[in-house]
């Protein structure tokens, strides 16, 4: 048995995010709960929380694999003029929130690899997934978190226990996740109101200072093709921007994968 997660000591009245938060014990994935809220038009800022997600997801068809009760599983619901801020920057925006998050709570020092990982000494402790909806055009993106907190090493589904960690496992404590979750609100207001700003180069460097990447050689997975340089930094829309051998001028990698090799 475990704790369940407590909404009132989630929800942050009169903020502008998690000023409504609504958690399930079990349910598909959060990001469809709370694009179902915002079709039926919930605010800016409410979150859909769940204990269990039986169709959690990550990109490109990949799984979101957590059990009940340990982690935080949550999304939501970003309208405009957050919704309109470029997609790619929306997630560097909530890898920086959980990173920096992270490292106010606990003796860690989180990195971020592009698009959308957190990581801590090489392993994964947060996954984000940005997801625009609407009809037509975009009304509302939902911002869908997971961050592994008091989740044993022991608990791990065998598929993730190779790159995944947790804050309990890197720092031997288990911790209120309703804690957890208020820093990353808070961290989150602060990150998208940076990605609003012209050029949004406070967010980018806070990015750059807790990359995994920059400066070093990577090899990029990307849909059109493969090849492999130096990560040089981010353009404002959120893309990696890497040096590409041979080449002086950066190319953006607008979506794919990043392996750092050197
Ligand atoms: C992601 O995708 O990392 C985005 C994950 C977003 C999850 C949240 S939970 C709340 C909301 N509701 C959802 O349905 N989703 C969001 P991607 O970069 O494609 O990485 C997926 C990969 O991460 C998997 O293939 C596994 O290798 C790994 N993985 C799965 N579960 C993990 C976990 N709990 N911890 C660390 N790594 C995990």
């Not at 609504?22 to 915002?38: H, Q, R």
């Not at 984000?128 to 911002?143: F, H, K, P, Q, W």
Request: one cysteine or more; a negative charge; hydrophobic letters at 45%.
């Amino acid at each position: 048995m475990y704790d369940y997660l407590d909404p009132r000591a989630m929800a942050r009245p009169g903020a502008a995010l998690s000023h409504t938060v609504i958690v399930k014990e079990s349910t598909g994935s959060t990001n469809d709960d709370a694009a179902a809220l915002a079709r039926e038009g919930a605010l800016h800022g409410t979150v859909a929380a769940a204990e269990l997600q039986h169709g959690g997801r990550g990109r490109l068809g990949r799984k979101w694999i957590s059990p009940a009760g340990r982690n935080l599983l949550f999304s939501v619901v970003l309208r405009d003029p957050a919704a309109s801020a470029p997609p790619g920057l929306l997630t560097v925006a909530a890898g920086v929130a959980a990173a920096s998050a992270l490292a106010r709570i606990a003796e860690v020092d989180p990195a971020i690899k592009w698009p959308n990982d957190v990581k801590i000494g090489g392993r994964k402790v947060c996954g984000i997934l940005a997801e625009a909806g609407g009809s037509g055009r975009v009304d509302y993106v939902i911002l869908g978190i997971g961050i592994n907190v008091n989740l044993a090493r022991g608990e791990m589904d065998p598929e993730i226990r190779g790159i995944a960690t947790s804050l309990l496992i890197e720092t031997g404590e288990t911790r209120p996740r309703e804690a957890v979750f208020v820093s990353v609100m808070e961290e989150l207001e602060e990150a998208l109101s940076l990605a609003a700003k012209d050029g949004a180069e406070e967010l980018i460097e806070r990015w750059k200072n807790r990359s995994e990447a920059v400066g070093k050689r990577v090899r990029v997975e990307a849909p059109g093709g493969g090849f492999e340089g130096v990560a040089s930094g981010l353009r404002g829309d959120g893309a990696l921007l890497v040096i590409e051998d041979g080449r002086s001028a950066a190319t953006p990698v607008m979506a794919g994968d990043v392996i750092v090799i050197g």
